[in-house]
DNA sequence: GATGAATGAGTCTTCATTCAT
DNA sequence: GATGAATGAAGACTCATTCAT
């Protein structure tokens, strides 16, 4: 018992670390960039050294992939909570904004699908279960906004198009918006403002004629 | 006379070198990724010396901007050649597929606006002028959106947005589109395809209900 | 106690290494000049990789400061002394000698004062700290020339001009000298030896009319 | 007659062309410093092409070789001039003074006795009668130093010394006088002037008791 | 004679990864 | 388990020199 005990302790305690060790890669991602995330600067402002970062992942790709695992995760969980919603509108701009601080957390910086096709095409050194578990939770989100556009009060914006052709459609205005309004910061030059296209978009979408 | 020929001649040389250089290095961007592009694999490519590369582009960082350049000309006169058009539908969707093949060929791997936001914030190396041409072409651009969106024919579109507010929206779903089908090859494994993402996108859009 | 004691054998171990690689790189620029000291060779000759280097000293320029600090500090040790010396004459002597040493070592290939002044109004990348032991370090030793000058066995040489302005000039003479004579090797075909060129300077300066 | 003139106005033109060149070099010399004196810029400032320089000089050691000549030329002129004085502080001040130009524009970056000692011991590629022509310029230059040394109102200063040798002490003095206050520009840190350096030492020299 | 495009070895520097302790 | 020193290939960039035109 105790020894079973204590292999639990350690695994825990691991998967603890793991935890620790994404969060500040993620913190380091979304303050100074993609080309800052280093081993070091990782192991360093986790307060370990170079070489434990090798105990818990066996890449740094590996460590990208957990990060990206991770802002997914709370993507999906984000968008579990809209599936109820009565108004269509709200619940897709609730949706834009879960989607704006998944971009600005690291969308911004990797594109997942074009990642995960080509860790799929590469010899890469990637854990399959990890990337499986990415594909996975990506079908998931997917799967969510598939559900929340079945909503009877989706209806009217849908035009008769099916739930699941809806969703690249949604997502696309989502990553659209995103990516032309939030690469410079707010009341950048080219004067796009996440809100207000946002706004617009729906607009176009929406009024009825 | 023969010698301001031969000066000519000289440029008209140096500037096909300049294109052919940069064309290389489209060639890899294009197939091997952003990181791939390095001066030695372009001059290696473009059958040079590391150093020869430097006698047309005083960075890395100006044939990068010399390749915007010449992606968003092309993507410049493409959107003039659709001011014309009358049918609102098949302008767009043309617009779009312009739009692809400028995604397909650098959008994919670099953020017009983030890039030029960069450039102008970081004390770069960067020849000012190109930068403003890389403003201006961008301005005109998305001038040419607005244009094509004042045609009459888009009014029924635009239900009352002005044109000048209609220009994101139209720019972040050509984005989002292609964002979300072209980064993995065709027939990829999200299952998500340009024309037919475009054509259901287009059905929210337009269709009366 | 032991990890403490493990800490500081690492430490020691480390510094001594520092050492090691600075001495190494003084045997390549008193040997084959400034521009013999590269990296490259400086690695090639402590018997280390390039990468490692740069584990003990952030830059080029930063492991050149250690350089001088340590030349430096040598000669403020010299000079210290000498401060107790009675006889003036050989004081200087002394004092010369210790310099030559230094000028040997480094002095002749990189001009302490121009160096300060170019570090300190260019955005280097050194470090401020080490850059400010080099400023106190040579007060200090101009401090210590001027504790001599001040012994009352100096007087009749002042003739009457404070000690602190005699600083200068006794650097002049000391660096003009080994600037004149060791730039080139003893028995040289200039014909200018230093400790003849010094014995002269002394008679004119001191010689009784 | 026709074509040895015309002989003759080539190498006049060539002679010119070389002059310029090397006037050119000096300029970027004094003004950027030695780093700053490349081929590229020096045919630049020049108005010429990088394969121009070739024509007139074999090697950038050949050039710097002919800069290094033509400072000593003026130097020795400026010497020359001095040869007649009858107040010897004055003369000797005076000397200081033309050796401070000459160590603005060149000295501070090239130690002459070093560079013939390196040129000589080295397999440099640099043509052996320049090199003799530097060595004879440097010796009349030095003669010079005697003469005006050996001039009766010196006598004084000397203190008996003869005169050959006290070339080198009042050499060592000028050197170390515009080493110590001319590597940081005026007013700078060290606190240390020219000219009060300079009168100081002749205070200490001179002053009777 | 004159040109300037081309070369390529060499510069400093970074960083994912390994391994002896 | 944990460390961090060590590696070395690779990055961008420079510049004296040559040579076909």
Redesign the pocket.
């Known amino acids: 018992m105790t020894i079973k005990r204590f292999m639990e302790l350690?695994k825990a305690?691991?998967e603890n670390?793991r935890q620790t060790i994404v969060e500040v890669a993620e913190e380091i991602l979304t303050t100074k960039g993609i080309?800052a995330?280093?081993?070091?600067s990782v192991a360093k402002a986790a307060g370990?050294?170079?070489?434990?970062?090798?105990?818990y992942f066996k890449?740094?790709?590996e460590l990208f992939l957990c990060m990206l695992l991770g802002h997914l995760e709370k993507l999906d969980k984000a968008f579990a909570s809209r599936i109820q919603g009565e108004d269509a509108l709200q619940v897709l701009k609730a949706m834009a904004n879960d989607y704006k601080d998944y971009y600005l957390a690291c969308g911004r910086h990797i594109n997942v699908i074009g990642y995960l096709y080509e860790q799929r095409n590469q010899a890469g050194?990637i854990n399959p279960t990890l990337l499986n578990d990415l594909e996975t939770l990506l079908a998931s989100v997917l799967a969510k906004t598939q559900v929340v556009l079945e909503n009877p009060a989706m209806a009217p914006i849908l035009k008769g198009l099916e739930a699941s052709r809806a969703i690249p459609v949604m997502w696309s205005i989502m990553t659209g918006v995103a990516e032309l309004t939030l690469t410079s910061p707010r009341g950048n030059q080219s004067g796009f403002d996440f809100d207000r296209v946002l706004d617009d978009t729906m607009h176009i979408l929406f009024k009825k004629d």
């Open positions: 350690r305690q691991k670390r080309d995330v280093t081993i070091r370990l050294s170079v070489g434990s970062i090798y105990m890449n740094k790709e050194e």
